[in-house]
């Protein structure tokens, strides 16, 4: 199998992607009234600054927004009927002119993407590990004025239209993307408890670049596990997932590792010359990702049969056995090679060998 992964410095709100050519997009866009974001904005926006030095946060908060809201305009045109949006975004909290207050990105995005024809699916909670000893802010220890510390960002899910995807119900590249019963019970539950910050187990492989600052902080990139999951959730081989705030390339190289072709688009090119470093590291990252799904399923079949539970079928690749009829195809690819091409990369896949 080889897939193709097109890595562009470009506008989010202006993508040169060719319309209904996407199927599943996985992003997680500049935070609107997060800091680190603000000047971002402003570049983009006189407004932005303006209302933020006149202590206006509602009027920031807009302003802000009407610039993702020309991205979402974008996606409405690339996706093909019935393909997923998956948006991965924080609320801010902040004080603005001595006014403390919450800022809800979700419930506006949400918003936005509604009247653009999108069809709100059931999202998930993604609750961030935090080692911080100071679980709130304000008063301290008496009331009543302490306020509760946001530990949990949303994952957003919209099909664009009314209808699910058409899709050949027995083709084999749906079949070999399936999961295992226990995945899906993990994946597809409206709250994640076990997705850290960094991937610890990539770590060595430089899957997450400066962990104590530079590129990552700036990039706001967020776990690899959370775009793996997700593409693998809503999308099938031979699929192509979009990322319009690609950054360093965190999707792409979950897109990769899933055997997906994909397209990353980012307007900072510095952030985009890390994206190599990374993708240099997908094959040892994509076989590391298999093998544990296949060792962390044998670990539940085997919890399964000791509880006398029943796993009575066996996979056609690989050997192990599986609850369902459906996860009998599934197969479990990593990444053989990597080459550059003139506008990005392109990988084969085989089958991980048990």
């Known amino acids: ?7 562009v410095a470009g506008d989010a709100r ?41 202590g206006d946060g509602d009027r920031a908060f807009e302003a802000m927004h009407a610039h993702l809201d020309r991205a979402w305009d974008e996606l409405a045109r690339v996706l093909t009927d019935g393909g ?11 004080s603005i002119d001595g006014s403390y207050q919450r800022y809800a990105n979700h419930s506006r995005i949400t918003r936005a993407m509604t009247e653009r024809g999108f069809t709100p699916l059931p ?4 609750r961030k590990p935090t080692n911080s000893a100071a679980k709130f802010m304000g008063s301290g220890m008496v009331p009543p004025n302490a306020y509760v510390t946001l530990e949990h960002e949303h994952v ?22 399936a999961y295992f019963w226990e995945e899906r019970n993990r994946w597809f539950s409206d709250v994640w408890t076990d997705v850290r910050g960094v991937d610890q187990a990539l770590a060595d492989a430089g899957a997450d670049p400066a962990p104590n600052g530079g590129t990552r902080d700036r990039s706001a990139a967020y776990p690899l596990a959370i775009p793996y999951r997700l593409i693998a959730m809503f999308s099938v081989h031979g699929d192509t997932v979009l990322d319009p705030f690609v950054g360093t390339g965190t999707t792409t190289l979950a897109a990769m590792a899933a055997a997906r072709n994909s397209i990353g688009v980012d307007s900072d090119p510095g952030l985009l010359a890390t994206v190599a470093d990374r993708v240099a590291d997908a094959p040892a990252v994509s076989e590391r990702i298999a093998r544990r799904r296949l060792a962390d399923h044998r670990a539940a079949v085997e919890r399964a049969r000791d509880a006398g539970e029943s796993v009575p079928y066996d996979a056609e690749t690989h050997e192990i056995s599986v609850r369902s009829k459906q996860s009998r195809r599934i197969v479990l690819r990593s990444i053989e090679t990597v ?13 991980i060998e048990d």
């Open 1 to 7: 199998m080889e897939t193709t992964h097109r890595v």
């Open 14 to 54: 202006s993508l040169c992607v060719p319309d209904d050519t996407v199927e599943l997009v996985v992003t997680s866009p500049p935070y609107p009234m997060i800091e680190m974001w603000d000047d971002a904005f402003a570049a983009m926006d006189a407004t932005v600054a303006d209302a933020l030095e006149a």
């Open 84 to 94: 997923i949006v998956c948006v991965v975004v924080g609320d801010a909290t902040r």
């Open 123 to 126: 999202e998930i909670l993604w």
């Open 156 to 177: 957003l899910v919209f099909r664009y239209g009314d209808q699910p995807r058409s899709i050949d119900p027995g083709a084999d590249r749906r079949y070999e993307a």
């Open 339 to 351: 080459r550059a091409t003139p506008t990005g990369y392109r990988s084969t896949h085989a089958p």
